[in-house]
C-alpha cells in the first residue's frame, strides 16, 4: 500500500543511515550478478579468448625429471673414513646441495659438455609468437655484430637457469632435476647432464681436497718422524744416565721390591710358626706321658709305639695289683719297665724340642736378612723414583709423538688411497627419459584459470561499476536513499506513437515527436506508460484521504528529466476521466510546455494575469478531445526575477481562484538546481511529484537538493522515476522487466 512521506527529521535520519555503507549480503551480490550481467559474460568472454589465443600460439614445453639421492651410507670397500672428517648428512646440507646444483659451475659444465652456444633454442629469444616478435623487435635494435662467446655463453646460462627445475622431495634425501624443452629428448638429455655434471663436481671437488691434504700431511709425516725419533732417543739416553732397567715391562728395583716383600712376609710366616711348635714343644716336655691328641699331632712313630706299649703295661700292672697285691714281683716289674718307657719317651720328645728350636733360630736368622735386604732395595727404589718422574713425562711425550706420527701415517694411507677411489655420496637413483606427454601450456588448467580469473575481475568490475553507479535505477533506493515513495517507474517511449500527428487537436504538429509525448496517455491508453501514469494518480488519490491534493506541483532537480512530459500526461489523464483539470506553466525561466502544446511562447499566460493585464478566462485554452483547461505562462523572456511572481499574492490569489474552479490545479514547475522558483510556491501547493531520470541524475544531486528545501521535502508526494530502459530494468527488478508486462500486458492489447 501507498505510505504517507516520511516527515523532514525521519527523511535527514535516513539521509544520514543511507550514508554509512550498507551491508552486502548473498541477496546483493546476486542483484549484482543479475545487473552486470553483459558485462561479466563480456569479460569472462575476453579472458577464454584470450586463453585460447595464447594456446594456440603457445610452443608445447616438455619436461623431464631425474631423481637423485644423496646416500648417507658409507662405502667401506674403498674407504674407512674421510681424510676430511665425516660431516653429517642433515636438512641444512641437503639444502646445500640443491644450492650447489643450481650455481653456475654445474649449468657451465653442461653448456660446455652439451655445446648448447651452437644450439638456437639456447641463443634465441624465445618460442612461440612472443618469441618471434621479441627477436624482431631485438634485431632490429641491435647493431648487427656477430655476439661474442662470452655473451653466447651467458644467454645460454640464463636459458638454462630459466629452463630448469631443482627441488628437495619433501623432508627426504633425494633431490629432483626438470628440465622443460619444446624439445621432449633434449629435456631428458639436458636433465641427465645437469645430475652427471653434478656428479663429476662434487668427485673433483673430493679428489682436489684430497690431494692437497695429502700434500700437507706429508710435510706433516716428516716433522712428526724427526720428534717422535728425538724423544725416544731421549727417554733411552735418560734411562741409561739413571741406570734405569726395564724387566717384564717394569723396572728392575721395582721388581726386586716385590720379590723381597713377598720373600719378607714369607719369612716372617715362617718364623712365627717355628716359634709356634717350639712353645707347644715346652709344654709337652712338661708333661709326664703325652696326650694321645698330642703324640697324634707329632706324628713321631717313636714316640707312638712307646706310648702304646706303655698303656699296655699300665693296664696290666693294674690288674696285676688288684689280683695278686701292688708288691708283686710281676706287678714290680711291670713298673720298672713302665718307668724306662717314660724315660725313652722324654728324651724322645727332648730330641724334637731341640729341633724345632733349631728350625725357629734358622727362621729368625732368615728373616732378619731379608729385612736388611728390603732396606736396602727401598732406599735404592727412593732414590730411582726421583729419576721417574722426569722418564714419564719423557715416555709421555715419546707416545704422544708416536700415536701421532701413526695417525698421519694412516690418514696419508687413507688419501692415497681415496686419489684412486674418490667416492660421492651423491648417486643417480631415477634417470630422465623423453617425455610423451607435454608438461606445458596445460589447456585445462589454463582455461580453468582463465574462466576463474575472468569471473574474478568480471566480479570486481561489476562491484566497481555499482560503486560508481551513483544514479537512480530501483524503487529500492529511492526509498533507502530519500526516504520517499517511488510512485511511478515510467518507461522510456518509443514505437509507432510517436509517428506523425494529426490535424485539428490541441498542440498536435505534423512530424512533432514533442507534441505527441505530451498526449501520450491519450493516443495510447494501454501502454505501460500509461499505466504507469495512472499509478502516479491512484497514488494522489490515496493521499487525498490525509490531506488534500488538489494542487500538485510537477519538478525535477535537472532540466530535461521529463517532469513537463509527465505534469502534460497526469493532467491530460485525469481530465480524459472526466475530472475538470488546469494545467498551468509555471516554468517562466524556460516554457517549453507552452511552446510544444500552443506553437508558440509569445502568447498571453500565467506572468499576464498575475500582473492582472489579462483576464484568466481569456488566456486559457481547452483541449477539445479531454476538456484539459492549460494556462501558458505567457510572455516570460524580458522577466528576470520570476520568482518574485511565483511569490507573490496574486500568484497566491490565483491559485486559489483556480482551486475553487477545477477539481485538479497541475503546476508544471522549473527545475531546482538551476533556480530557487520551486521553494517559492510551497505555500500554495498541496503536493509536490519530483522526477528523476532513470539512470542519469546523480544521487548526491538529488539528495543535496532536497535536504536545501526542507518545505519541498514536507510536501513530497513521491518520486517518479522517467526515462527507464525497461530491457536494462529487468535486470535491477525483475518485476519491472519486459517479461513480465510482455506475458501480460499483451494479452489485454497494452503496447509499449
Known amino acids: ?55 594456440f600460439t603457445a610452443a608445447p614445453q616438455f619436461t ?10 658409507k662405502v667401506q670397500l674403498f674407504q674407512q673414513q674421510s681424510v676430511l672428517g665425516d660431516i653429517a648428512i642433515d636438512s641444512a646440507t641437503v639444502e646445500t646441495q640443491v644450492e650447489i646444483l643450481k650455481s653456475e659451475n654445474i649449468s657451465l659444465a653442461v653448456i660446455r659438455d652439451l655445446h648448447l652456444t651452437e644450439d638456437p633454442e639456447f641463443i634465441a629469444n624465445g618460442g ?43 623432508l627426504t634425501y633425494v633431490m629432483e632435476i626438470g628440465y622443460t624443452s619444446p624439445d621432449p629428448a633434449k629435456a631428458a638429455k639436458i636433465a641427465n647432464a645437469i645430475a652427471d655434471a653434478y656428479i663429476v663436481d662434487q668427485l673433483e671437488a673430493k679428489y682436489q681436497a684430497t690431494r692437497r691434504a695429502s700434500v700437507w700431511l706429508q710435510d706433516r709425516i716428516r716433522e712428526l718422524r724427526t720428534q717422535a725419533s728425538a724423544a725416544q732417543k731421549a727417554v733411552v739416553d735418560f734411562k741409561a744416565a739413571n741406570n734405569i732397567v726395564d724387566a717384564g715391562g717394569r723396572l728392575m728395583n721395582e721388581q726386586q721390591l716385590a720379590e723381597v716383600n713377598s720373600q719378607l712376609i714369607l719369612a716372617h710366616a715362617a718364623t712365627a ?7 707347644r714343644m715346652n709344654e709337652i716336655v712338661k708333661q709326664d706321658i703325652p696326650d694321645a691328641n698330642i ?8 714316640i707312638v709305639k712307646l706310648r702304646g706299649q706303655y698303656v699296655d703295661m699300665a693296664s696290666k ?20 719297665q713302665m718307668a724306662e718307657i717314660r724315660k725313652n719317651i722324654q728324651d724322645e720328645l727332648r730330641r724334637i724340642q731341640e729341633s724345632y728350636k733349631s728350625d725357629y733360630d734358622i727362621a729368625m736368622t732368615r728373616e732378619e736378612a731379608i729385612k736388611s735386604s728390603l732396606a736396602n732395595v727401598v732406599s735404592e727404589s727412593q732414590l730411582t723414583n726421583q729419576a721417574q718422574v722426569q722418564l714419564r713425562e719423557l715416555e709421555s711425550n715419546a707416545q704422544s709423538y708416536q700415536a701421532m706420527y701413526d695417525n698421519f701415517l694412516q690418514r ?21 627419459t623423453t617425455p610423451l606427454i607435454k608438461s606445458s601450456p596445460k589447456s585445462l588448467m589454463i582455461l580453468a584459470a582463465a574462466l576463474l580469473g575472468g569471473l574474478m575481475l568480471s566480479l570486481g568490475i561489476a562491484i566497481a561499476r555499482e560503486l560508481i553507479d551513483k544514479v537512480f535505477r530501483t524503487t529500492v533506493q529511492v526509498e533507502e536513499q530519500l526516504g520517499a515513495n517511488c510512485l511511478a517507474i515510467l518507461p522510456t517511449l518509443r514505437g509507432p506513437g510517436l509517428g506523425p500527428t494529426l490535424p485539428g487537436k490541441l498542440g498536435r504538429r505534423k512530424n512533432n515527436p514533442q507534441s505527441d509525448l505530451l498526449r501520450y496517455v491519450v493516443d495510447n491508453p494501454l501502454s505501460r506508460f500509461s499505466e504507469a501514469v495512472r499509478s502516479l494518480k491512484v497514488a494522489v488519490d490515496l493521499n487525498s484521504i490525509v490531506r488534500e491534493n488538489r494542487v500538485l506541483a510537477v519538478t525535477s532537480t535537472l532540466p530535461n528529466e521529463g517532469k513537463s512530459t509527465l505534469s502534460t500526461n497526469l493532467a491530460q489523464l485525469i481530465a480524459h476521466g472526466g475530472a475538470r ?38 488566456v486559457i485554452t481547452v483541449d477539445p478531445q479531454t476538456q484539459l483547461a492549460i494556462l501558458p505562462a505567457g510572455t516570460t523572456s524580458k522577466l528576470l526575477h520570476t520568482n518574485e511572481i511565483l511569490a507573490s499574492k496574486q500568484m497566491r490569489d490565483l491559485v486559489a481562484l483556480l482551486r475553487s474552479k477545477y477539481d485538479y490545479v497541475v503546476l508544471d514547475m522549473p527545475p531546482m538546481a538551476p533556480v530557487v522558483d520551486v521553494r517559492v510556491t510551497s505555500p500554495f501547493v498541496d503536493s509536490y511529484v519530483f522526477v528523476v531520470e532513470w539512470g542519469k541524475t546523480k544521487i548526491d544531486v538529488v539528495r543535496h537538493n532536497l535536504r536545501n528545501a526542507p518545505e519541498i521535502q514536507d510536501k513530497l508526494l513521491g518520486i517518479v522515476l522517467n526515462k527507464a530502459d525497461t530491457r536494462l530494468l529487468s535486470r535491477y527488478e525483475s518485476y519491472h522487466g519486459r517479461y513480465y508486462y510482455q506475458k501480460y500486458y499483451a494479452r489485454y492489447g497494452y503496447v509499449e
Open 412 to 432: 696419508y694411507m687413507e688419501s692415497v688411497q681415496q686419489q684412486s677411489f674418490p667416492i660421492t655420496e651423491a648417486r643417480v637413483i631415477s634417470a630422465a
Open 581 to 618: 483539470v488546469i494545467l498551468v506553466d509555471a516554468d517562466l525561466r524556460n516554457p517549453s510546455l507552452s511552446r510544444a502544446l500552443l506553437m508558440t511562447d509569445t502568447q498571453r499566460g500565467l506572468v499576464d494575469v498575475v500582473a492582472q493585464q489579462a483576464q484568466l478566462q481569456d
Open 317 to 336: 700292672e693294674s690288674i696285676w695289683s688288684t689280683k695278686y697285691g701292688r708288691d708283686h714281683l710281676a706287678a714290680v716289674n711291670l713298673r720298672t
Open 1 to 55: 500500500m501507498l505510505q504517507v512521506n516520511k516527515p523532514t527529521s525521519e527523511i535527514n535520519r535516513d539521509f544520514a543511515e543511507a550514508d554509512g555503507s550498507p551491508s552486502q549480503t548473498l541477496t546483493s551480490y546476486l542483484d549484482i550478478v543479475r545487473r552486470q550481467f553483459p558485462t561479466m559474460v563480456a569479460i569472462v568472454s575476453s579472458c577464454v579468448i584470450l586463453a585460447l589465443l595464447y594456446l
Open 128 to 170: 612461440g609468437l612472443f618469441g618471434a616478435i621479441m627477436g624482431t623487435f631485438v634485431g632490429f635494435f641491435s647493431s648487427g655484430n656477430a655476439p661474442s662467446e662470452f655473451e653466447l655463453t651467458r644467454k645460454a646460462l640464463q636459458h638454462l637457469e630459466r629452463s630448469r627445475i631443482i627441488k628437495r622431495v619433501g
Open 273 to 279: 710358626e717355628a716359634k709356634a711348635r717350639l712353645d
Open 64 to 73: 623431464s625429471t631425474a631423481s637423485m639421492v644423496i646416500d648417507t651410507r
Open 295 to 302: 703324640t697324634d699331632a707329632l706324628k713321631n712313630d717313636t
